[in-house]
């Protein structure tokens, strides 16, 4: 190991290609160091000293089970609950009491299904449940599932265990902190509440392949484009508006670059669209 610095050129070229074959995600010719720091790490737990080899067992799929580590360790899993706070407070909002007015005329299902598509650990899936749960009696009675997505099985385990440390809930309101979740000080973590977790499943997925679940009326996918190029984008995208009901909603990152992508949609915002 002590050889290894970075990849050479030809090197990062195969795992860039690779990563983008399995992923969508297009690795940037200026994160050399980055992706040989991290993959530096797998050499190290696999007892390896060669880039080439690890490719090589890597791409022939020699290592079992190791392509799924590979992809929790190249992936970036960085979110905590409530973030970009007007997107949510759009769902708490307008969205669901929409939803409820159609239902109350009769125009629509006492159902909703919500996907948090590349949830990480579930920070943002248990936010839109929170927001769910708080609607308490309107939505009394309801079928409600929210739906959470990764590649990464490391970071679908941590979402399936609802524990989070500090920085992952400094935006969570004290009264929100206290109802929706179970503190314990002595090891400064907080676990969410059965009543929240329940409305939440999560199942590893990758953005590239279409959704095999009944259509969603609304869909999350917020700062994941941006780790996409212009030919994984509208792969993704395609798969996301296959998903929605018709007049469902997709509510996308500010800068992940979408819009050029979503002309059968309709655009209510610089991060809503609405499926016709």
Not at 122 to 150: M, P, T
Not at 178 to 185: C, H, I, Q, S
Request: hydrophobic share 40%; net charge positive; charged share 20%.
């Amino acid at each position: 190991m002590s050889g290894l610095i970075t990849l050479t050129p030809p090197q990062f070229k195969l795992f860039q290609a690779f990563i983008h074959q399995h992923t969508g995600i297009w690795t940037q010719d200026t994160k050399v160091a980055l992706l040989s720091n991290r993959i530096r790490r797998r050499l190290r737990e696999r007892g390896l000293d060669s880039f080439d080899v690890y490719y090589s067992l890597l791409s022939e799929a020699k290592l079992p089970g190791e392509l799924g580590h590979f992809i929790d360790c190249i992936t970036t899993n960085e979110t905590h609950f409530f973030r970009t706070s007007d997107h949510l407070d759009w769902f708490a909002g307008s969205f669901l009491e929409g939803a409820i007015a159609r239902a109350a005329a009769g125009h629509r299902q006492q159902s909703l299904r919500v996907w948090s598509a590349a949830c990480s650990s579930g920070e943002e899936a248990y936010s839109l449940a929170i927001c769910l749960a708080e609607r308490g009696s309107q939505l009394a009675g309801w079928s409600l599932r929210v739906v959470g997505s990764d590649i990464s099985e490391a970071a679908l385990a941590r979402a399936r265990a609802a524990i989070y440390g500090p920085k992952a809930v400094e935006r969570v309101a004290p009264d929100r902190l206290a109802k929706y979740f179970v503190a314990d000080p002595a090891a400064e973590t907080w676990k969410v509440k059965p009543a929240v977790a329940g409305l939440c499943e999560f199942h590893r997925h990758n953005l590239l392949d279409p959704m095999r679940e009944p259509a969603f009326d609304c869909i999350f996918l917020r700062n994941v484009l941006i780790y996409f190029n212009d030919a994984s984008k509208p792969v993704a995208l395609k798969n996301l508006v296959n998903s929605l009901h018709s007049g469902g909603f997709l509510v996308v990152g500010t800068t992940d670059g979408a819009h050029d992508f979503l002309g059968s949609l309709e655009r209510c915002s610089t991060f809503l669209y609405r499926k016709p």
